[in-house]
């Protein structure tokens, strides 16, 4: 992994001129996006993460981190202890120099002996199960990680909005796998990342996995673009 996408933020964080980076999948065109949206205040946010951020209480730990701007309204301004990961090493840099008390370089399917009462995965927290089959061994672990009466609050896309109609009124999906998996390349300063795998879960399939492995699911909130933000417990 080259880390392009830690790069950029490192770069946004020590003003070491950043430039936009550029997102495509497998089924979509590359599309810019500022780096500076990943240091949003709490204001800047959708309303999707504002309100997970509010339901977040007692210990928590944000899994894939970024920039860091989810953990630090919950430090600064709700006084929560943040456990912050990324796969990331610059990107943790960046978290650290926005003064992040407890972030670090980390894979969750790593942590062990931890608990805690909130786990966020926000800004499509599903992807980083990259498949569907993989999504088992995620919830297992993230399971394995709450405190009693713990909460895991992340939020999703349903994509089939993207994928044209038919003529019977269907749509035309893969006939492979779930419509839902992606593979998504990064480009960044002319350099290009290796492509990785980036799982988009419609509401009703995330239930119907957090129900298989003893999870209660609850959906909390639908935005304006298919996305939502959901509880599982």
Request: hydrophobic share 35%; net charge negative.
């Amino acid at each position: 992994m080259k880390d392009l996408f830690g790069k950029a933020i490192l770069d946004y964080q020590t003003n070491n001129s950043p430039e936009d980076l550029i997102t495509e999948t497998s089924i979509s065109e590359a599309d810019e996006m500022s780096v500076a949206y990943l240091f949003r205040s709490y204001a800047e946010m959708p309303k999707l993460e504002q309100k997970a951020l509010q339901l977040a209480k007692g210990k928590v730990l944000d899994v894939g981190c970024g920039a860091g701007s989810h953990s630090l309204s919950l430090q600064n301004e709700r006084n929560l202890t943040v456990t912050s990961i990324d796969i990331s090493e610059k990107a943790i840099e960046a978290c650290q120099l926005r003064g992040l008390k407890n972030a670090r370089v980390a894979n969750i399917l790593d942590i062990e002996n931890e608990k805690f009462d909130t786990i966020i995965l926000l800004m499509n927290g599903t992807g980083i199960f990259g498949t569907l089959t993989e999504t088992t061994k995620y919830l297992k672990k993230l399971k394995s990680l709450l405190n009693p009466n713990g909460q895991i609050l992340i939020d999703s896309s349903d994509i089939i909005y993207m994928f044209d109609d038919d003529e019977d009124g269907g749509k035309w999906i893969p006939s492979n796998g779930y419509y839902g998996e992606l593979t998504f390349i990064v480009s960044y300063k002319n350099e290009k990342e290796d492509p990785f795998p980036w799982l988009y879960l419609d509401y009703n399939t995330l239930q119907n996995a957090a129900n298989t492995n003893g999870l209660q699911c609850e959906l909390i909130l639908e935005g304006e673009h298919f996305d939502y933000l959901a509880r599982l417990f």
